[in-house]
Nanobody
Framework: QVLLAESGGGLVPPGASLVLSCAASGSFTSIGDMGWYRQAPGQQREFVKSITFGGARYSADSVKNRFIISRNNVQNTVSLHMLRVTPEDTGVYFC??????????????WGQGTQVTVSG
């Protein structure tokens, strides 16, 4: 079983910056891709950014030049640095990790979500 614990959400004004963090813990052999999705009110969950174990990064066009993703393979963490946020960035941000274990093979685990609200 894998637990993804997110932190760092909150209420910020437009133009501000904030950092979301996610730490994976539990029983697993390795972690492949890690990243973030978000879900705005009344909308479907959408891809934001991801990063492979080797450091290759993928991004939604809407955040390509404003959000930065990084990970620490020793601590099994992934972070999302959000710069110059806009009201359109408001939503619940979900961390994911593609986890491999000897018992259950490869599967995607999700965090519980952290709320980001851009207003003011």
């Amino acid at each position: 079983q894998v637990l993804l614990a997110e932190s760092g959400g909150g209420l910020v004004p437009p133009g501000a910056s904030l950092v979301l963090s996610c730490a994976a813990s539990g029983s697993f052999t390795s972690i492949g891709d890690m990243g973030w999705y978000r879900q705005a009110p009344g909308q479907q969950r959408e891809f934001v950014k991801s990063i492979t174990f080797g450091g290759a990064r993928y991004s939604a066009d809407s955040v390509k030049n404003r959000f930065i993703i990084s990970r620490n393979n020793v601590q099994n963490t992934v972070s999302l640095h959000m710069l110059r946020v806009t009201p359109e960035d408001t939503g619940v941000y979900f961390c994911f990790a593609d986890v491999r274990s000897s018992a259950s093979g490869s599967s995607r685990s999700w965090g519980q979500g952290t709320q980001v609200t851009v207003s003011g």
